[in-house]
Each structure stands twice: as C-alpha cells, then as structure tokens.
C-alpha cells in the first residue's frame, strides 16, 4: 500500500507536515507508473515535486479561483520560468515599465536569446493595440503597479490581445488574491512573490503561477527541469502564513486608507496614488476590477527632491526602512534608489517615478499610530531637519 506522506499517521495532522525527502523509495513498479503517468499525485524525487509543495499549491490555487499552482523558488523565478515556457526566439512580448525592475533584467536576458520587448507605460495602456506586433505572444503587467499603483483595465488589455493571440500575464502581488482575481477579468495567468503578503512575515521566498491544468502542466515541466521547485521547510511556512493572509490583507487595506486620506491633506505630501482614492485616475476601473478595498500599497512624492525623501524617512520611528512589501511591519523605500536601481536613469523616470517618489507597504499596525509616525516626519521635512533613527 502506498502511504500518503502527508497522512502518514492514521489520523490528519493539523498542519502540513514538512517532508524533507529528496527522493522515494518506489513500493512497486506499478506506483512508479501511476506517478510518471500522472494518474496519482505521487512523489518521485524533491526537483519533480514534493508533497508539502503541493498542498500550499492546492491552497494558493484555490485563493486564485486556478485550476492548480506551480509554486516555486522566488517571485523572480516565477516570472522568469513563464517566459520561458511560452516565449521562443522572435517572439516579441509587451511589458509595462510599471512592474517590478527585476523584469528588466530579465529581459536583458531574454533579448539575446531573440525575443524582442516593448515596453509600454501604465497610463498609455489604452492604447495597447498600438503596440501589438503579429508575433506578440505574451503581455506582462501589474495593477495596481509597482511602484506607482497605476492601474490597467484587464478588459482592454483582453480585447487588444485576442487580436493576435497573445497571452495576458498578471502579477498580481500588489493587489493579492483578497482584492482581485485576474483569471476572473481575462488573465491567462496570475504570477505572485509569495514572499510579499502570502507569506507575510518576511521569513521566506517563495513564487507561485495559477492558472489552468493545462498551463500547470507546461510550467510544472520547465520548473522540474531547471529546478525552481521551492524547498519544504518554505512551503510550510508559505502554508502558515496563508492560515492569516485574508485578515492581514483586510487589515492592511484598512489601514492604507485612512493613511492615503491622512497623507492626501498634506502639504509635504504630492502625487498622492491609491487606487482607493476617488482622485486616483483610474480608481472606476480599480473599483471593477478589484473587491474588498484597494490593497496596502501606496506610493507618494515628499517635498521637493531626493533629500526632502531621505529626510523624511529618516525620520520615520515606527516605519521600516527596508525592500519588500506585504508584510505585517509596514516597510517604505525610495523606489528610484532600490527596486529600480538596476534600470538607466531616465528609464528610471520616463514613467513617473521621481528621485523623491516613495512606495509604502502598509503593515497591520494600529494605523493611527503609521499617521502618527508620518506626520512627525513631514515635520521634520518641513522645518528641514534631518532626523536619525536612535
Ligand atoms: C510585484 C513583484 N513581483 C515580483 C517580485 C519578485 O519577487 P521575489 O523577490 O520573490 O523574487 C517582486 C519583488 O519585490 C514584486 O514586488
């Protein structure tokens, strides 16, 4: 009999088991063939699969409204394994500037081994049909983006793609499962850094691609073959976190408003963009397209240059300093200093983001003290005092 590894015991343990195993002894030659025929979700060896993986893949299937998930290695390799699934030399992929600055990499990359890229901005994608070449095979975005928390309507970026066949590929870490679900408005697949909300804790690295059995399949086969597949311990903690994500998500999203409201009113404060704000450009379609709120994410210009940002922050006692987002401390960054670094500077620019733009990650702390720690800040931007953290 062939043991279940995750009910080994007789009765169901509460929490997923971490099964460390790289490898399985085969019971029978005929379990071997019911796995690599996959009639049974068995397990082999750890690069092929694993079974604490796959639960947390059946969970974060289930939050995306997917038929399944590949969960793997970082937000990164997510990304990274969808354009090598799909993408072949002289394809050509549309992607918006607005997403996380590690796709620039990415590209640098892709682009010598033939695929060619537009990118586009998020505040021209109602225009997308512009950019559409016949071999467009795939189009990569965020809403809301990242940093600046523009946001795209899904159904004109459906419509231009059905005109030659492309794929829509959302990253949907900013908004999360609890707000939107892009395979219900169009998507052909969701990729997360589950290391950001689904996780939560800024204790693991994790991604994860949703989507239909069929694309499971494809995407399961590049990862077990360049081996992203993602270490138990990770999957476990993974698991943990999505036990409280739906509260930290509601609570995060609460608290991003009123501080979005608070920050609105201030005069050190410009370029306010939180889809949850009626003065968002696109807060209509932000108010389609997701549910429940509008996410923890918000992004802001302070006073009038980079010194007046790095003043303000700090200055901040409560707010972290740091990368990251979706995590129960909330965290701010100079975007055009860190998850951009990597870009020129005046690709940097050419969308909006400015030296003195910031992207704050709304935690679940009280929120009437974040405005508090906010507001001595701005202060401190106002008197023009430099602060420093004790
Ligand atoms: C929207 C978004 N997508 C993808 C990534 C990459 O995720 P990871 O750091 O897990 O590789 C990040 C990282 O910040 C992100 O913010």
């Known amino acids: 009999m062939y043991p279940d590894p995750l009910t080994p015991y007789g009765n169901r343990p509460m929490v997923t088991p971490i099964v460390n195993a790289v490898n399985y002894e085969y019971l029978s030659f005929d379990v071997l063939r019911q796995i690599t025929d996959g009639e049974i979700d068995g397990y082999t060896y750890h690069r092929d699969d694993n079974p604490t993986v796959r639960a947390v893949e059946k969970q974060l299937a289930a939050l995306e409204n997917a038929e399944d998930c590949v969960v793997c290695t970082s937000g990164m390799a997510a ?10 030399a002289g394809d050509h992929m549309i992607i918006f500037h607005d997403t996380y600055g590690a796709n620039y990499k990415v590209s640098l ?17 109602g225009s997308i049909g512009d950019y559409l070449k016949p071999n467009t095979r795939m189009i990569v975005l965020e809403t809301p983006s990242n940093p600046l928390c523009k946001i795209i309507d ?3 970026v459906r419509a231009a793609a059905d005109t030659v066949g ?4 959302v990253d ?9 679900n892009p395979l219900n408005l169009g998507a ?3 990729i997360h850094s589950a290391t950001k909300a689904l996780g939560g804790h800024n204790d693991l690295m994790a991604g994860a691609i949703a989507g239909s059995k069929e694309h499971y399949n494809r995407l ?14 990770s999957a476990f903690l993974l698991a943990r976190g999505i036990k409280t994500f739906e509260l930290r998500a509601a609570a995060m999203a609460d608290s991003a408003i009123k501080i979005a409201e608070f920050l609105q009113g201030q005069p050190k404060v410009l370029r306010i963009s939180y889809p949850g704000l009626p003065s968002h450009p696109n807060h209509v379609i932000a108010a389609r397209q997701m549910r429940r709120g509008f996410g923890g994410m918000l992004a802001f210009d302070v006073g009038d240059d980079e010194e007046d940002a790095k003043r303000f922050i700090a200055a901040l006692k409560r707010i972290r300093h740091a990368v990251s987002l979706g995590c129960t401390e909330s965290l701010i960054c100079i975007p055009y200093l860190t998850t951009m670094l990597y870009l020129p500077p005046e690709r940097r620019t050419a969308f909006g983001v400015s030296k003195n733009s910031v992207r704050l990650s709304v935690g679940i702390e009280d929120p009437a003290l974040l405005v508090a720690d906010l507001k001595q800040a701005l202060a401190c931007v106002a008197q023009g ?5 004790p």
């Open 166 to 169: 492309a794929m829509v590929v």
């Open 154 to 156: 899904l159904q004109v």
């Open 385 to 389: 005092r430099k602060e420093t953290r």
């Open 79 to 88: 990304c990274t394994m969808v354009y090598l699934t799909y993408l072949q």
């Open 220 to 233: 399961w086969f590049t990862r077990q073959a360049i081996g992203t597949t993602l270490d138990a311990y």
């Open 109 to 125: 990359i892709l682009e010598r081994m033939g695929i060619a890229f537009t990118w586009v901005d998020a505040d021209d994608a």
């Open 172 to 180: 949907n870490t900013f908004a999360t499962p609890y707000h939107q």
């Open 188 to 190: 052909n697949l969701v």
